[in-house]
């Protein structure tokens, strides 16, 4: 078993490499620098140091390079492995990972390695690239330990979550702040379909499109970074 230390050092070896939404990454090759989307850059960390693919399909060990990581793949993996922890530990724990669940509609999630102090590694955007960032303020689903990965004494590290953030859920989010954020994303040039105050998967998506252009973490969310850009309030 590996532990939590190898998997941090490998990823901090790539800080300031090249992020590209999408982006295919060959697993087996040690060598890679590059470009990352955030699953791509977790698995192939993961798959560094303990030789394994976790949040990969298709699941071929005996050609790891054909494998694409997705963060859907990541919260199937970790619910099959029972691998799954709450954000605070995660948060507090190095070499934990933290995810945010893709919504559907082929919009992406997120996903970071936890340094245990609050702070990630993670592929964040196409302006930022491979870079540290905060566990504060953010949307998290849940935590991830992945399984081969000895991360010694996890302990909970306490931390804000933005008021609101705006996304997918089972039952749509609708109101005010919605219409207007579907009016600045067609003002802007992005179709985020009717005007309806519904934030459904359409809206999701065009809020990932105005993502890509702004250089955000492309998850199709809006909380306090994507509101701003956007020029609108959450209140």
């Known amino acids: 078993m590996t532990n939590a230390n190898k998997l941090i050092q490998v990823a901090e070896k790539h800080i300031d490499e090249t992020y590209v939404l999408g982006a295919r990454v060959p ?22 140091v303990t ?35 709450s954000i605070e530990v995660a948060a507090g724990t190095a070499g934990a990972i933290l995810l945010r669940e893709p919504p559907g509609g082929g919009v992406p999630g997120h996903i ?26 953010r949307r998290w689903d849940y935590g991830i330990l992945v399984p081969g990965i000895d991360i010694g ?43 309806d105050g519904v934030f459904g998967y359409q809206t999701s998506a065009a809020v990932q499109a105005f993502q890509v252009a702004k250089k955000l973490v492309p998850d199709g969310e809006v909380g306090p970074a994507t509101a701003r850009a956007l020029g609108i309030s959450l209140e």
């Not at 592929?123 to 870079?131: D, F, H, L």
């Open 51 to 85: 030789g394994k693919l976790f949040g990969c399909r298709p699941f071929n060990p005996v050609s790891p390079d054909s494998a694409d990581a997705y963060t859907g793949y990541w919260a199937q993996d970790s619910k099959v492995h029972n691998a799954r922890i």
């Open 153 to 195: 004494v996890a302990a909970p590290f306490a931390f804000t979550e933005p008021k609101m953030v705006f996304r997918i859920r089972e039952t749509f989010m609708t109101g005010p702040v919605v219409k207007r954020m579907q009016k600045a994303l067609k003002e802007g040039g992005y179709s985020p379909g009717p005007i």
């Open 112 to 137: 970071v390695i936890s340094l245990g102090d609050g702070r990630t590694i993670e592929a964040m955007n196409s302006k930022n690239g491979v870079c540290y960032g905060k566990v504060v303020n």
């Open 27 to 48: 697993m087996a090759n040690p060598k890679w620098s590059g470009p990352w989307d955030c699953a791509e850059f977790v698995s192939w960390c993961v798959f560094q």
